[in-house]
C-alpha cells in the first residue's frame, strides 16, 4: 500500500509542481485520504521535488549550460560582465539567498506549523485571489532581458513564500512578475531556472537529514515516487509554458479558491483533521 500511495504522491507532485496551484498543499491534503496514509512531511516533499526538478533540468538544457557557461567565463573576464546570460547566472544566484536563509531560519516551523491545513486553506485562496489581481493589472511588457537587481531579490522572497504549502513556488514567483510588469511567460521561465538551486539544495539536504531515520516512506517509495514525479513533471513543463503563452491565469485561481474553500468545508465539520 506504501509503494501505491507514493506513485499516486509522485504523480499529483508531478501534475502540481509547475502549475500554480501548489504541489506541496497537493501532497499534504492528499496524505489525509489516502488508504492508511499520513501526511507525507516536508522531507517527501522536498525529495520528490528534486524529481520535477530535473526535468526543469531537462526542458531548459539548452538555456541552463548556456546561463552557466556564460556566467562561468564572466568571472575570469572571457565575456562582458554584462553579458545577458552572465546576469542571468548573477540573478539566479541572488533570487535563490532569501528562501535558503528563510528555510534554514524558520525549518521547524515549515516542517510543523506552516502545514496546518488551515494555513494551506488560507494560502491557497489569498495567493490564488493575488495571481488573478496581478494577471489582471500587470502590463505584461517586460523581458528577461529587462530583469534588474531589486526585481530579482523580489522574485526571491516571492519564491521563499512557497515555504508555506499552499503559497506554490511557481504561483508565488509569477504573480511577483506579473507585479512587477512582466510577459507571463517570462515570469514563469524565470520562477523554474530561479528554483533550479533552491528545489536541488532542500532536497538533496532531505536526504542527508533523513539517513537513519524513520519516515513514512521509505528510500524505495520515495524514490519511485520522484521518478514518477520527473516523467510527468516534464510532459505538464511542456503543456503549462504553451498555455501561458496565449491564455490568462484564470482557470488556476478559480482552481486554488474552490479548493481551499472545500478544505475550509471539511476541516469545519471535522471530516479531516487541521
Known amino acids: ?10 504523480l ?15 501532497l499534504r491534503i492528499l496524505g489525509e485520504f489516502l488508504p492508511g496514509a499520513k501526511d507525507p512531511g516536508a522531507a517527501f516533499t522536498a525529495i520528490t521535488q528534486i524529481g520535477t526538478e530535473a526535468a526543469v533540468v531537462v526542458f531548459f538544457w539548452r538555456d541552463i549550460v548556456k546561463i552557466v557557461s556564460r556566467w562561468a567565463k564572466s568571472l575570469v573576464g572571457r565575456v562582458p560582465r554584462n553579458d545577458p546570460d552572465a546576469r542571468m547566472g548573477w540573478l539566479i544566484i541572488v533570487g535563490s539567498v532569501p528562501i535558503v536563509v528563510l528555510g534554514l531560519l524558520f525549518q521547524d516551523a515549515i516542517e510543523t506549523t506552516f502545514r496546518s491545513l488551515w494555513i494551506v486553506a488560507i494560502m491557497l485562496i489569498v495567493f490564488g485571489i493575488l495571481l488573478g489581481i496581478a494577471d489582471y493589472v500587470g502590463a505584461k511588457r517586460r523581458r528577461l532581458k529587462d530583469l534588474t537587481l531589486g526585481h530579482g531579490i523580489v522574485f526571491g522572497f516571492a519564491q521563499a513564500l512557497a515555504l508555506i504549502p499552499g503559497v506554490s513556488r511557481s504561483g508565488g514567483t509569477i504573480t511577483a512578475g506579473l507585479f512587477l510588469g512582466y510577459e507571463r511567460r517570462a515570469a514563469a521561465r524565470y520562477a523554474f531556472l530561479l528554483a533550479i538551486p533552491a528545489v536541488f539544495g532542500s532536497g538533496l539536504y532531505q536526504v542527508y537529514k533523513s539517513i537513519g531515520e524513520p519516515s513514512i516512506y521509505g528510500p524505495l517509495e520515495t524514490g519511485v515516487a520522484t521518478v514518477v514525479a520527473f516523467v510527468v513533471g516534464l ?21 486554488r479558491i474552490a479548493l481551499g474553500v472545500v478544505l475550509i468545508v471539511l476541516l469545519s465539520f471535522g471530516v479531516i483533521a487541521a
Do not use: C, W
Request: charged share 10%.
Open 1 to 10: 500500500m506504501d509503494l501505491l500511495n507514493a506513485i499516486i504522491l509522485g
Open 235 to 255: 510532459v505538464v513543463i511542456a503543456f503549462f509554458m504553451s498555455y501561458i503563452s496565449k491564455r490568462s491565469f484564470l482557470p488556476f485561481v478559480i482552481y
Open 12 to 26: 499529483v507532485q508531478g501534475l502540481t509542481e509547475f502549475l500554480p496551484i501548489s504541489s506541496s498543499a497537493h
